[in-house]
């Protein structure tokens, strides 16, 4: 079992910058990769970014490319998301994600563990 914790979520104004972490305990995951999505009120979970088992590659959905980044740090077992250029509808809660591949990859089916969420909400 691997136990997911997420923090850095809160308010900010259109334009501004959070970074979100994600702390990884339990059975190690340090082969898999990692992977952020985000969920909004009434919608559907998707895809926001991926990291591959050894940082060396990524995978940024359309809305993230540019503006987000995402790292990791295999030997702190955590995995970061820089998000900048913040607009009013990137407002959503954010889930850190192991899935069963060390590839990066954006499918939601290949993801085992997820964490609670840390809350976004950009103000415009």
């Known amino acids: 079992q691997v136990r997911l914790v997420e923090s850095g979520g809160g308010s900010v104004q259109a334009g501004g910058s959070l970074r979100l972490s994600c702390a990884a305990s339990?059975?190690?995951?340090?082969?898999?990769?990692m992977g952020w999505f985000r969920q909004a009120p009434g919608k559907d979970r998707e895809f926001v970014a991926a990291?591959?088992?050894?940082?060396?590659?990524?995978v940024y959905s359309d809305s993230a490319k540019g503006r987000f980044t995402i790292s990791r740090d295999r030997a702190k077992s955590t995995v970061l998301l820089q998000m900048d250029s913040l607009k009013p509808e990137d407002t959503a809660v954010y889930l850190c994600?192991?899935?069963?591949?060390?590839?990066?990859?954006?499918?939601?089916?290949?993801?085992?563990?997820w964490g609670q969420g840390t809350q976004v909400t950009v103000s415009s």
């Open positions: 994600a192991v899935a069963r591949t060390p590839i990066a990859t954006r499918s939601r089916e290949l993801y085992q563990y």
């Open positions: 339990g059975r190690t995951s340090s082969n898999n990769s």
């Open positions: 990291v591959g088992w050894n940082g060396g590659t990524t």
